[in-house]
């Protein structure tokens, strides 16, 4: 005779399974958004997007990520253009790991206003974007306040943790930020012998689709391929060759980098 199964035992670890995987569709929704969106085809231009998905982009990003795409893209050249230097917008080299949280969200205030108000220095950096409706109507946090209530929609339809997760997933950014960063500016190796701290740390670059190999991106910035090396992976490159495939955007740079080995 088979034994019954213990239902609620099944029950109670599909449940945590649904969690989990609701996590990783939001957060991998986060950071496709951010690394192959805004980073490489906006701010570098090192893949070019179809028309309707570079409207999509720059239309949806914002309420799906909670960044104005021109603002984020606008510190990001910042960020290169000074990179670890006294005026990077969050450098760790400036600030350490404990500061770097309040680094990114005063840099990215200080953008947004500089952008609302009209300051050439930012403007020209971003002239190629229009601020989004929420920055520029100084509802920023708008987008934030519906992601808080579709959590409490969907907590309330198919349980808190679900919600929770989804919510998690979402404003997972601000970490996903914080390990690129960080780590990208603070520990690993390096290839290149550039004018500034970055690194590449290969644990950054598995969390957060490529963008931990800091160093080969700050030495070839217009590269949609941020490795280099044959054991560097940039998933965020694989990403975008998948997206490639089903024509949403074309790889720009295809020199790409060597790979000594
Ligand atoms: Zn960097
Ligand atoms: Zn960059």
């Known amino acids: 005779m088979t034994k ?7 029950i109670a670890h599909m449940y945590v399974l649904a969690c ?17 969106g805004y ?20 239309t949806f990003g914002p309420w799906l990520t909670g960044f104005d795409a021109k ?21 760790p080299v400036n600030v350490g790991f404990r500061g770097l949280f309040k680094a990114q969200l005063d840099g990215y205030a200080r953008t947004q206003m500089a952008l609302v108000s009209g300051d050439p220095t930012y403007a020209n950096l971003g002239r190629d974007l229009e601020l989004s409706w929420p920055t520029r109507t100084g509802r920023w946090y708008v987008p934030y306040l519906l992601q808080v209530a579709v959590g409490v929609v969907v907590g ?21 930020g914080a390990i690129i960063n960080y780590f990208g500016h603070a520990h690993g190796g390096r ?8 690194r590449n740390n290969h644990p950054a670059a598995w969390l957060v689709l490529g963008e931990g190999f ?44 060597p790979r000594p080995g």
């Not at 989990?20 to 192959?36: D, E, K, M, Q, R």
Request: proline share 3%.
């Open 71 to 91: 603002t984020w893209v606008v510190m990001h050249r910042n960020h290169h253009q000074y990179s670890d230097t006294s005026d990077d917008p969050h450098s």
């Open 156 to 176: 309330l339809s198919f349980g808190w943790w679900i919600g929770i997760a989804l919510l998690a997933g979402l404003m997972s950014h601000i970490v996903q």
């Open 214 to 257: 800091q160093n080969n991106h700050h030495r070839y910035p217009s590269s949609a391929r941020f490795s280099y090396r044959w054991h560097e992976v940039d998933l965020g490159f694989v990403v975008c060759r998948l997206l490639e495939a089903v024509r949403v955007l074309r790889v720009v740079d295809k020199t790409l980098m």
């Open 39 to 58: 980073h490489r085809a906006l701010a570098h231009g090192a893949v070019q997007l179809h028309p309707l998905a570079r409207k999509a982009l720059v």
């Open 191 to 198: 290839n290149f012998d550039i004018d500034d701290n970055s």
């Open 20 to 36: 989990f995987v609701v996590f990783l569709l939001a957060y991998g929704l986060t950071i496709v958004l951010t690394s192959v």
């Open 4 to 10: 019954a199964r213990p239902t609620l035992f099944t």
